[in-house]
């Protein structure tokens, strides 16, 4: 297949890069578009094959197989260019910054590209995905008793859960979920409960507000001391879920620590964490029940492994239980509910150019956001976007461990550039989510030779706690529905169309490569899959 790769100045913009920045005057040729059928939506990124995310869209109120060697290291020259030096007052502050924009002929278009690719308008955001049951079919299950199946998206390494009604499970329901699950039953909880019951997190290092975002937020498990004996058969442990469920029952109703584990549920739901145990209280909201579910991961039969998507399908099929992704949850809760309220519009000039500044606050949790806007949205069509995370170190001070700071310089010049494009800039992601002193701490650690991701994990930390939905929002807020992403990590909105959102293009922000920040770099490629110029060429 052929392509051009073209290395744009930062200062002076090539004809043949007009259609990338100016989509109003020039059209996408047909490889930029999914195959017919195709629903809107990311998979996530694989070098070695080409996926789609299938699916249609679906949309109420609350408070691995064998592992590929690793890519050859990165050089210099292919994260950027030392062409394109920028001059007179709206220069970088933290060196040459150049980007690598990818056109293609109008054949089979690689498969990097085709992963970020979508097709068609949005549709009705109540239909569910190709292959999965509706919300409203999950809902009417679990007002009767029954199971749904909940899986976390629609792509061949989907994990799903068995959940239902906490308030309502059997000794047999319970069987039910020893003999098809991993073994491990949970409780899905709010935090208001949890307190009531005196359940403290099982980890005192866990931090609800960063780590949950990857990981469950396990409570010291626990068995119900009435009626039981050990805990462990599948009649106690349905009375141990009865007895979490119960809105009378007290702490001494349990021993510590037990066979029934309790998740603490992260309040705005899958709005907030895109994860099973919020899912499964949201759903049981919806039902009108009791918000404390019962959940466990389903596994083979066979092996014990996760079990495939066909296999939960197969599971489904013989037991004729609805099966939900968590995607149509985000995108039937989207369609309902605004968690994000614009504060204030101000004119912002800048050493780019001149920009319009909207503030947002999140209702989830008060921080404050701000999305710098050049030219007018209109439709929504085809708008060059940056969703970037704080990085005071970076952004503000210039620092030379992180790419930050001239991914953010260089996004804002393409935008000017382009006169049309949003940077959303998310407050609360210093440290891909771990906060500015724990960031510290692992540079600290990075000093003596861990990596950034093995440095965030020796301090007990997620490697990557940050969560874009509230960025989702705020792009959904200014009108945006379909955009050219500037990122170089394809995993960054792994939920994206649960809020109505496409991204058509994706456009690469490519920095030079330091001393400094080369194993960073290199670290982020090769273990957090993003991708640089040499996955292009």
């Not at 292919?78 to 260019?81: K, L, P």
């Not at 079919?137 to 390494?157: H, P, R, S, Y």
């Not at 009531?196 to 099982?202: C, F, H, I, Q, S």
């Given at each position: 297949?052929?392509?051009?790769?073209?290395?744009?100045?930062?200062?002076?913009?090539?004809?043949?890069?007009?259609?990338?920045?100016?989509p109003?005057?020039?059209?996408?040729?047909?490889t930029?578009?999914?195959?017919?059928?195709?629903?809107v939506?990311?998979?996530?990124?694989?070098r070695?094959?080409t996926?789609?995310?299938s699916?249609?869209?679906?949309?109420?109120?609350?408070?691995?197989d064998?592992t590929?060697?690793?890519?050859?290291?990165?050089k210099a020259s292919?994260?950027?260019?030392e062409?394109?030096?920028?001059?007179?007052?709206?220069?970088s502050?933290?060196?040459?910054?150049?980007?690598?924009?990818e056109?293609?002929?109008?054949?089979?278009?690689?498969?990097?590209?085709?992963?970020?690719?979508v097709?068609?308008a949005?549709?009705?955001?109540?239909?569910?995905?190709?292959?999965?049951?509706?919300v409203?079919?999950?809902?009417?299950?679990?007002?009767?008793?029954?199971?749904?199946?909940?899986?976390?998206?629609?792509?061949?390494?989907?994990?799903?859960n068995?959940?239902?009604?906490?308030?309502?499970t059997?000794?047999?329901?319970?069987?039910?979920?020893v003999?098809?699950?991993?073994?491990?039953?949970?409780?899905?909880?709010?935090?208001?409960?949890?307190e009531?019951?005196?359940?403290?997190?099982?980890s005192?290092?866990?931090?609800?507000?960063?780590?949950?975002?990857?990981?469950?937020?396990?409570?010291?498990?626990?068995?119900?001391?009435a009626?039981?004996?050990?805990?462990?058969?599948?009649?106690?442990?349905?009375?141990?879920?009865?007895?979490?469920?119960?809105?009378?029952?007290?702490?001494?109703?349990?021993?510590?620590?037990?066979?029934?584990?309790?998740l603490?549920?992260?309040?705005?739901?899958?709005?907030?964490?895109?994860?099973?145990?919020?899912?499964?209280?949201?759903?049981i909201?919806?039902?009108?029940?009791?918000?404390?579910?019962?959940l466990?991961?389903?596994v083979?039969?066979?092996?014990?492994?996760?079990?495939?998507?066909?296999?939960?399908?197969k599971?489904?099929?013989?037991?004729?239980?609805p099966?939900?992704?968590?995607?149509?949850?985000i995108?039937?809760?989207?369609k309902?509910?605004?968690?994000?309220?614009?504060?204030a519009?101000?004119?912002?000039?800048?050493?780019?150019?001149?920009?319009?500044?909207?503030?947002?606050?999140?209702?989830?949790?008060?921080?404050?956001?701000?999305?710098?806007?050049?030219?007018?949205?209109?439709?929504?069509?085809?708008?060059l976007?940056?969703?970037h995370?704080?990085?005071?170190?970076?952004?503000?001070?210039?620092?030379?461990?992180?790419?930050?700071?001239?991914?953010?310089?260089?996004?804002?010049?393409?935008?000017e550039?382009?006169?049309?494009?949003v940077?959303?800039?998310?407050?609360?992601?210093?440290?891909?989510?771990i906060?500015?002193?724990?960031?510290?701490?692992?540079?600290?650690?990075?000093?003596?030779?861990h990596?950034?991701?093995?440095?965030?994990?020796?301090?007990?930390?997620?490697?990557?706690a940050?969560?874009y939905?509230?960025?989702?929002?705020i792009?959904?807020?200014?009108?945006v529905?379909?955009?050219?992403l500037?990122?170089?990590?394809?995993a960054k909105?792994?939920?994206?169309?649960?809020?109505?959102?496409?991204?058509?293009?994706?456009?690469?922000?490519?920095t030079?490569?330091?001393?400094e920040?080369?194993?960073?770099l290199?670290?982020?490629?090769t273990k957090m899959?993003?991708?640089?110029?040499?996955d292009?060429?």
């Open positions: 297949m052929s392509s051009n790769l073209l290395l744009l100045s930062s200062v002076n913009v090539p004809p043949s890069m007009n259609r990338f920045l100016f109003h005057r020039h059209r996408f040729p047909p930029f578009a999914a195959p017919k059928g195709i629903g939506g990311l998979s996530s990124h694989r070695s094959s996926r789609w995310a699916g249609v869209r679906s949309g109420n109120v609350f408070d691995f064998k590929p060697p690793p890519p050859p290291p990165l292919e994260n950027g260019s062409l394109g030096a920028l001059e007179g007052p709206t220069s502050p933290f060196g040459k910054v150049t980007v690598l924009l056109t293609q002929t109008e054949t089979t278009p690689k498969a990097e590209t085709i992963d970020f690719f097709s068609d949005e549709g009705d955001p109540d239909r569910p995905s190709d292959g999965f049951s509706s409203h079919q999950a809902v009417n299950a679990l007002c009767q008793g029954k199971f749904v199946i909940v899986v976390d998206d629609e792509n061949g390494k989907a994990v799903g068995l959940v239902m009604a906490a308030s309502l059997s000794a047999r329901d319970m069987a039910f979920m003999k098809h699950g991993s073994g491990i039953v949970s409780v899905g909880m709010k935090e208001e409960h949890l009531r019951l005196k359940l403290p997190l099982m005192p290092n866990t931090q609800e507000d960063k780590d949950s975002s990857v990981v469950p937020t396990f409570t010291i498990a626990v068995d119900a001391i009626g039981t004996s050990i805990g462990v058969s599948a009649s106690d442990r349905a009375k141990t879920v009865l007895a979490l469920a119960s809105p009378i029952s007290t702490p001494e109703d349990f021993r510590r620590p037990g066979h029934v584990f309790p603490k549920y992260r309040a705005g739901g899958v709005l907030r964490r895109s994860g099973h145990t919020e899912a499964s209280v949201d759903l909201m919806l039902a009108g029940l009791h918000p404390v579910s019962v466990t991961a389903i083979d039969g066979d092996d014990g492994s996760v079990a495939s998507l066909p296999s939960l399908r599971l489904a099929l013989e037991h004729s239980i099966t939900v992704s968590i995607t149509d949850l995108r039937y809760r989207r309902r509910e605004n968690l994000v309220e614009r504060i519009v101000s004119r912002l000039p800048t050493k780019w150019g001149l920009f319009q500044a909207y503030s947002y606050r999140s209702k989830l949790d008060g921080l404050e956001h701000v999305a710098i806007v050049k030219g007018s949205i209109g439709e929504g069509e085809d708008v976007v940056r969703v995370s704080e990085c005071l170190t970076g952004d503000i001070f210039g620092s030379a461990r992180c790419d930050c700071g001239n991914q953010l310089d260089l996004a804002m010049q393409l935008i550039q382009a006169g049309r494009g940077v959303v800039y998310l407050r609360g992601h210093e440290g891909r989510g906060g500015l002193g724990h960031k510290l701490l692992a540079y600290n650690l990075q000093d003596q030779g990596d950034t991701v093995e440095a965030n994990i020796e301090l007990g930390l997620a490697v990557d940050r969560e939905g509230i960025g989702a929002q792009l959904r807020d200014m009108g529905r379909t955009m050219r500037m990122t170089n990590n394809p909105f792994a939920g994206l169309k649960g809020y109505g959102l496409a991204v058509v293009a994706r456009v690469p922000v490519l030079p490569i330091t001393q920040n080369r194993r960073y290199e670290t982020k490629r899959g993003h991708i640089y110029g040499s292009l060429i």
